[in-house]
């Protein structure tokens, strides 16, 4: 218990950055679920997809890693748009139940596709040096990547917020939320804004993976999995569908798994269960999440 | 008429029996473990069925379950020697170290443990619909894992279990002068048991209420059934029989450890439960044995392999590839599993499918 200041600026700065990350990727299951009331159960793999796709661009083309980062989110946002064409769509129509064990299928099928493409031995992140230097200021000393991710978060959460508030297919998009039938029967193209929000959705995956394999460098197949299910829980507690709530969700998971093996470092071994908890105890007691709306049962 | 289906059933059951028995004798124990493990996915395979398929409730919670009833089997079956092998990190607590029951009892109080959790689970989560239902009971799942490996003086944490005892047919294959293997007869006449129980159930007045509640939540509440009593009691008698089917599994491998129990495994169940089909009992019985079978047969998938002029290097990976298209495949163009129910016949011709 006994933590000096400059520990605990230390864990606030890891917590941060951490529960950015977890924001990005929340927001990807939250516009997802907000339009299609699916759990993309494969969104996980998508941030492994762009995190692997990092990995080679950088390895294995002369483009310089900068653009990289800009390229391969862009390119993770084709292939999750490829995936609700080929393994959502055709289920529009279906029970719930139905898509979401074809999304689970899906999320299998990536990983194992993962194995079988990139191998299941661990790679290492290259990550660019300027990146890797460590700040030191009064004593904190803060890896400068625990800096550049809140940063970047912030930037893509403004202009996600300018592209839904302020444009046409924002718009559009906000619509299908809220009335998924009304907005289909107003001439909005919905096909076409399902395959924007999936782009989006996967695009800030990526970007959250490559931050991700900047700060814990150690590239695997199954890595999208747990960090997959933790901001599909981050999203939940924000109240699902809402992307402020999302961007909160994330925080407090991040920020409380840092602070809980600060302050109780007995618990470190409970530290994955911590999400889960936190999930069934909102589920239990606020169900619609922190920023939900309530949604009355219609018959 | 009645009664002539009954005399085949009973028929089908002695001739199963007897061939059982040949096979457990004679066969080599490679295909004898295959056949035992599919004894195990029938038995996890409907107790899925009977949470998701019949009643709709969607869980993906059945490894956690599986865990406490493998870990009770192999904690109250391993000798003192084994134990004491096999905690060398941090020592048994020693109530749990001199406590050594037969193997039916453990297996029926893993059964009964799992039961205990899932009741204890159900009871506030059954509140919840569908995904969100899916996402709580994965997540407990997950929880009963991350405590498993946590628990190092009862679970041995993640080192896991080894010399779990194994059931074997020793006493008659000895009296025959045979070489002794997996005994047969324990996992499968439980699935046998387990596939008649679940007949009578579905038969029953339960039954027909878990399917009420499936169809339409708010018509079976209107009807006057019990939603709250009857998803508890489906979702305990589901754990009870994934905890059986976990503890046959832990004596079937002979090692534990809290990995095997993460997602992928309720996975391939739920891939045994889709293809055959939600809510179909023989479906998921054929369904069980032709993924188990499956499942062994196509290991070469992950070898290299040989076409004579051309060799390919070992591609892990590709088996769950293969099985992750087909539960999609299925999923997309055959809504209702390769076996179906034919559901048009239960519901009218304006019945919505939702």
Same mark, same amino acid.
């Given at each position: 218990?006994?933590?000096?200041?400059?520990?605990?600026?230390?864990?606030?700065?890891?917590?941060?950055?951490?529960?950015?990350?977890?924001?990005?990727?929340?927001?990807?299951?939250?516009?997802?679920?907000?339009?299609?009331?699916?759990?993309?159960?494969?969104?996980?793999?998508?941030?492994?997809?762009?995190?692997?796709?990092?990995?080679?661009?950088?390895?294995?083309?002369?483009?310089?890693?900068?653009?990289?980062?800009?390229?391969?989110?862009?390119?993770?946002?084709?292939?999750?748009?490829?995936?609700?064409?080929?393994?959502?769509?055709?289920?529009?129509?279906?029970?719930?139940?139905?898509?979401?064990?074809?999304?689970?299928?899906?999320?299998?099928?990536?990983?194992?596709?993962?194995?079988?493409?990139?191998?299941?031995?661990?790679?290492?992140?290259?990550?660019?040096?300027?990146?890797?230097?460590?700040?030191? &200021? *009064?004593?904190?000393?803060? #890896?400068?990547?625990?800096?550049? %991710?809140?940063?970047?978060?912030? !930037? /893509?959460? =403004?202009?996600?917020?300018?592209?839904?508030?302020?444009?046409?297919?924002?718009?559009?998009?906000?619509?299908?939320?809220?009335?998924?039938?009304?907005?289909?029967?107003?001439?909005?193209?919905?096909?076409?804004?399902?395959?924007?929000?999936?782009?989006?959705?996967?695009?800030?995956?990526?970007?959250?993976?490559?931050?991700?394999?900047?700060?814990?460098?150690?590239?695997?197949?199954?890595?999208?999995?747990?960090?997959?299910?933790?901001?599909?829980?981050?999203?939940?507690?924000?109240? &699902? *569908?809402?992307?402020?709530? #999302?961007?909160?969700?994330?925080? %407090?998971?991040?920020?409380?798994? !840092? /602070?809980? =093996?600060?302050?109780?470092?007995?618990?470190?071994?409970?530290?994955?269960?911590?999400?889960?908890?936190?999930?069934?105890?909102?589920?239990?007691?606020?169900?619609?999440?922190?920023?939900?709306?309530?949604?009355?049962?219609?018959? | 008429?009645?009664?002539?289906?009954?005399?085949?059933?009973?028929?089908?059951?002695?001739?199963?029996?007897?061939?059982?028995?040949?096979?457990?004798?004679?066969?080599?124990?490679?295909?004898?473990?295959?056949?035992?493990?599919?004894?195990?996915?029938?038995?996890?395979?409907?107790?899925?069925?009977?949470?998701?398929?019949?009643?709709?409730?969607?869980?993906?919670?059945?490894?956690?379950?599986?865990?406490?009833?493998?870990?009770?089997?192999?904690?109250?079956?391993?000798?003192?020697?084994?134990?004491?092998?096999?905690?060398?990190?941090?020592?048994?607590?020693?109530?749990?170290?001199?406590?050594?029951?037969?193997?039916?009892?453990?297996?029926?109080?893993?059964?009964?443990?799992?039961?205990?959790?899932?009741?204890?689970?159900?009871?506030?989560?059954?509140?919840?619909?569908?995904?969100?239902?899916?996402?709580?009971?994965?997540?407990?799942?997950?929880?009963?894992?991350?405590?498993?490996?946590?628990?190092?003086?009862?679970?041995?944490?993640?080192?896991?279990?080894?010399?779990?005892?194994?059931?074997?047919?020793?006493?008659?294959?000895?009296?025959?002068?045979?070489?002794?293997?997996?005994?047969?007869?324990?996992?499968?006449?439980?699935?046998?048991?387990?596939?008649?129980?679940?007949?009578?159930?579905?038969?029953?007045?339960?039954?027909?209420?878990?399917?009420?509640?499936?169809?339409?939540?708010?018509?079976?509440?209107?009807?006057?059934?019990?939603?709250?009593?009857?998803?508890?009691?489906?979702?305990?008698?589901?754990?009870?029989?994934?905890?059986?089917?976990?503890?046959?599994?832990?004596?079937?491998?002979?090692?534990?450890?809290?990995?095997?129990?993460?997602?992928?495994?309720?996975?391939?169940?739920?891939?045994?439960?889709?293809?055959?089909?939600?809510?179909?009992?023989?479906?998921?019985?054929?369904?069980?044995?032709?993924?188990?079978?499956?499942?062994?047969?196509?290991?070469?998938?992950?070898?290299?392999?040989?076409?004579?002029?051309?060799?390919?290097?070992?591609?892990?990976?590709?088996?769950?590839?293969?099985?992750?298209?087909?539960?999609?495949?299925?999923?997309?163009?055959?809504?209702?599993?390769?076996?179906?129910?034919?559901?048009?016949?239960?519901?009218?011709?304006?019945?919505?499918?939702?």
């Amino acid at each position: 218990m006994n933590l000096s200041i400059q520990e605990f600026l230390q864990h606030m700065t890891n917590g941060i950055s951490l529960g950015s990350l977890y924001a990005l990727i929340a927001i990807g299951y939250t516009m997802v679920y907000g339009i299609l009331r699916l759990i993309n159960f494969a969104h996980g793999d998508i941030f492994m997809l762009g995190t692997y796709l990092t990995f080679y661009g950088i390895i294995f083309t002369p483009i310089p890693w900068y653009i990289i980062f800009i390229l391969a989110p862009a390119l993770t946002g084709l292939l999750g748009l490829i995936l609700e064409k080929l393994a959502y769509r055709p289920l529009r129509e279906s029970p719930r139940i139905t898509v979401l064990i074809s999304a689970i299928g899906a999320s299998f099928l990536l990983q194992n596709l993962g194995i079988l493409v990139f191998g299941g031995r661990p790679k290492a992140f290259p990550t660019p040096t300027i990146l890797e230097t460590v700040l030191k &200021i *009064g004593g904190v000393s803060v #890896a400068i990547v625990n800096f550049v %991710i809140p940063i970047v978060t912030v !930037i /893509l959460l =403004i202009g996600l917020n300018y592209f839904i508030q302020k444009t046409k297919t924002g718009m559009a998009m906000r619509a299908l939320s809220k009335d998924y039938e009304t907005a289909s029967l107003m001439g909005i193209d919905i096909n076409g804004i399902i395959s924007i929000t999936f782009f989006i959705g996967s695009f800030l995956a990526a970007m959250g993976g490559i931050m991700w394999g900047v700060k814990y460098p150690q590239l695997m197949p199954h890595m999208g999995v747990l960090p997959g299910l933790k901001c599909f829980i981050a999203a939940v507690i924000g109240g &699902i *569908g809402n992307i402020t709530g #999302a961007v909160l969700g994330g925080f %407090i998971l991040g920020l409380g798994e !840092i /602070l809980i =093996i600060a302050f109780l470092p007995t618990l470190t071994g409970y530290r994955d269960a911590f999400a889960f908890i936190l999930l069934i105890i909102i589920l239990l007691f606020k169900p619609t999440g922190l920023m939900g709306e309530k949604v009355a049962e219609k018959v | 008429m009645k009664k002539n289906g009954l005399w085949l059933k009973i028929g089908i059951l002695v001739v199963a029996l007897i061939g059982l028995f040949v096979i457990n004798l004679y066969l080599d124990s490679y295909k004898v473990k295959v056949i035992n493990l599919c004894a195990i996915y029938v038995i996890l395979g409907l107790s899925m069925n009977l949470i998701n398929g019949f009643t709709g409730l969607f869980s993906l919670g059945h490894a956690g379950f599986m865990a406490i009833g493998a870990y009770t089997v192999a904690i109250l079956t391993m000798p003192l020697e084994a134990k004491t092998m096999n905690y060398y990190m941090k020592p048994m607590v020693p109530f749990l170290l001199n406590l050594n029951l037969p193997f039916i009892f453990a297996l029926l109080i893993g059964g009964l443990m799992a039961a205990l959790f899932g009741f204890l689970i159900g009871a506030p989560v059954l509140k919840l619909t569908d995904d969100y239902l899916a996402i709580a009971t994965l997540g407990f799942s997950e929880i009963i894992r991350i405590v498993f490996i946590n628990l190092q003086s009862i679970t041995n944490g993640s080192l896991g279990l080894k010399a779990i005892p194994q059931m074997t047919n020793e006493f008659i294959a000895g009296k025959l002068g045979l070489a002794s293997r997996t005994n047969l007869l324990w996992a499968w006449g439980i699935a046998i048991l387990t596939i008649i129980f679940m007949q009578f159930l579905m038969k029953g007045s339960y039954g027909k209420a878990f399917k009420a509640i499936r169809e339409d939540e708010i018509a079976a509440r209107s009807m006057g059934i019990n939603l709250f009593k009857h998803k508890v009691m489906s979702f305990t008698i589901g754990s009870f029989l994934a905890g059986i089917g976990g503890g046959l599994l832990a004596v079937h491998l002979g090692t534990i450890d809290p990995a095997l129990f993460k997602f992928a495994l309720t996975f391939n169940i739920l891939l045994i439960v889709v293809l055959g089909g939600m809510g179909n009992i023989y479906g998921t019985v054929i369904s069980a044995i032709v993924i188990t079978v499956a499942m062994e047969a196509l290991r070469f998938l992950d070898g290299s392999m040989n076409f004579g002029f051309f060799t390919t290097p070992a591609l892990p990976g590709l088996r769950m590839v293969v099985f992750s298209l087909a539960l999609m495949v299925v999923v997309i163009f055959k809504r209702d599993g390769f076996i179906k129910e034919t559901l048009e016949k239960v519901r009218g011709r304006y019945a919505k499918n939702q």
